[in-house]
């Protein structure tokens, strides 16, 4: 829920639209509760959540549409169910994979710091918040890869 409240006003911002409204954001939570409920009734592993990866897309396409949007949902489902298009997806090289998530999540990180204009920088709370977040998702890897028996 942490991350769809943070990728409301990141596809927001992107798409030059008014901030969300306290009214429209409970509205949306109250929906993503009520979809990963049914996920959850179905069986499903994981719930529905906005991804950042969608944020992702609108800034490097600069494309905001909800249609748009929701024509490339549709054609991602119709080629989920073609196999040629799973085959071709998993024949592209590592090295472009590797290409796009780091254009990708570059953009998601500059998003998502770009929202810290809108926070108290004088607050010693939420410099804290930040500098603790960055930390600890930088190290943590490193401490994991480095200090842990390799089997």
Known sequence: MVESLGDYFAAADIAGAPVPPPGVISRAIALQGATCALAGAW?????????????????????????????????AVIMGLIGKFGGLFASMPNAMVSGLFCVMFGCICAVGLAQMQFADQRSNRNIFILGFSLYMGLSIPYYFGDFTTKN
Do not use: F, H
């Open 43 to 75: 069986g499903t592993t994981s719930g529905t959540t906005a991804y950042n990866e969608n944020i992702g897309a609108m800034q490097i396409t600069r494309v905001g549409s909800r249609r748009v949007i929701q024509l490339g949902a549709v054609c």
